[in-house]
Each structure stands twice: as C-alpha cells, then as structure tokens.
Nanobody, 123 residues
Framework: QVQLVESGGGLVQAGDSLRLSCAASGRTFSSYVMGWFRQAPGKEREFVAALTWSGSNTYYADSVKGRFSISRDNAKSTVYLQMNSLKPEDTAVYYC????????????????WGQGTQVTVSS
C-alpha cells in the first residue's frame, strides 16, 4: 500500500507559477512510477505528467508540455509538479498517482491515488 497526500494548490492569476507536492508513505516509494492527473468540473480526469522511478524518463500531455515539469526526490518520498505560465484552462483538482512498471497515461492504470489539491487560475 502507498498513501499519497498532495499539497501546494491555490488561487493564482494567469501567468503565475505554482509547485504541487505529493508526499508518499507506505511501501518503497522509489519503486513506483508517479503521475499527475487533473479533473476540471464536468470533465473526465486527464493525464498531465509522469516519470519513472529514477526520474530519468518523463512524459507530458501536449497541453502542458514546455510549461509544467515533473520531478521526484526519492529520499523525501515526494514527487513535484512545477507549473509555470498557468492558464485559466489549467483550473482543476490535481491528483498524484502511483503504479508499478512503466509510465502510463490512463488513470485506470494507476493503483494508488491521493485526495487531490485544487488549482484555480483566474484570468
């Protein structure tokens, strides 16, 4: 079992930056692929970014490529999502998730989920 707790969300203006954190506890954090997803009101949960256990391989949704950066600190059992140049369409609840094996972009491929943190970007 892995427990995930997100933090760092908030209300910002378009063009601002935020860094989300996801603290993990439980089984060996460093063995998991970690991902970030988001869900806006009335929409399905969508993939944002993911990285491998070593952090050497990353993958991003086209909508955030070049603006968002995912990273991890295995010593702290924490994964981060640095979000720059935020847009109103980035407004959503952001979730971190964990799975074993390879990077995946479908939410149903992830085994563990946090409760989410709200990000609101005003225009």
């Amino acid at each position: 079992q892995v427990q995930l707790v997100e933090s760092g969300g908030g209300l910002v203006q378009a063009g601002d930056s935020l860094r989300l954190s996801c603290a993990a506890s439980g089984r060996t954090f460093s063995s998991y692929v970690m991902g970030w997803f988001r869900q806006a009101p009335g929409k399905e949960r969508e993939f944002v970014a993911a990285l491998t256990w070593s952090g050497s391989n990353t993958y991003y949704a086209d909508s955030v490529k070049g603006r968002f950066s995912i990273s991890r600190d295995n010593a702290k059992s924490t994964v981060y999502l640095q979000m720059n140049s935020l847009k109103p369409e980035d407004t959503a609840v952001y979730y971190c998730a964990a799975r074993t094996n390879n990077i995946a972009t479908r939410s149903r491929d992830y085994d563990y989920w946090g409760q989410g943190t709200q990000v609101t970007v005003s225009s």
